[in-house]
């Protein structure tokens, strides 16, 4: 019964005509354990396939399956000579969602492709935890770069501020402040004049 689920997923994931049914196929393969030839083509998925939904999935998969198997290659493929390898392996790595190195993020981060450097400056807005990676965001905010990836820089320094730092998010105790929920109907709610 394991095999011929095993080889549905295959020919599922392959079947180019129905990308939902690729995607669910993805999804399905984690339930798969121990098998290398799952493991292959999900790597195969994450570089070679065109949908970008399918390749979250396959890397969610392989988060799964073999995280540090993935973490490997994934961090392997950001020195690849082929500048879409590299982009995807870093946009891979900011969906497996673990902190990356700070020698590979400066590798993106200073990279001659534009591409690249997009997806670096995403993944570290994501999962970047140092200072050094504001300094080095930073000085990426010239008039020279195009403004859509300026305004990916300077999005990604606040997130690292607001999510690492926590100046703004947190009130006096040091908890986040939550709104209040009301339930019912919202007409009979009358909040306080300041």
């Known amino acids: ?22 995607r669910k196929a993805a999804y399905r393969m984690r339930y798969i354990k ?21 390749q979250q999935e396959a890397v969610k998969s392989l988060k799964i399956l073999k995280p540090e198997k993935a973490i490997k290659a ?13 982009k995807r392996a870093y946009y891979h790595l900011r969906t497996l969602g673990i902190p990356i190195p700070l020698e590979i993020l400066k590798n993106g981060l200073e990279d001659e492709n534009v591409a690249v450097r997009r997806a670096a400056v995403v993944a570290s807005g994501k999962l970047g935890n140092n200072y050094s990676i ?15 990836l300026q305004k990916e820089i300077r999005k990604a320094i606040d997130n690292i501020e607001k999510n690492f730092f926590q ?28």
């Open 134 to 148: 504001i300094k080095i965001l930073k000085q990426l905010l010239n008039p020279y770069e195009p403004l859509s």
């Open 74 to 86: 994934f961090k392997q493929s950001t020195f690849n000579s082929d500048a879409e390898k590299r």
């Open 1 to 22: 019964m394991r095999f011929s689920e095993k080889e549905r997923l295959i020919n599922e994931i392959f079947d180019a005509n129905n990308p939902v049914r690729q």
């Open 167 to 194: 100046t703004k998010s947190l009130n006096k105790y040091h908890f986040k402040e939550e709104k209040p929920f009301y339930r019912g109907n919202t007409d009979k709610y009358y909040p306080k004049a300041f």
């Open 34 to 54: 121990n098998d290398p030839e799952i493991i292959r083509i999900l790597f195969g998925a994450c570089y070679e396939a065109s949908d970008v939904k399918l």
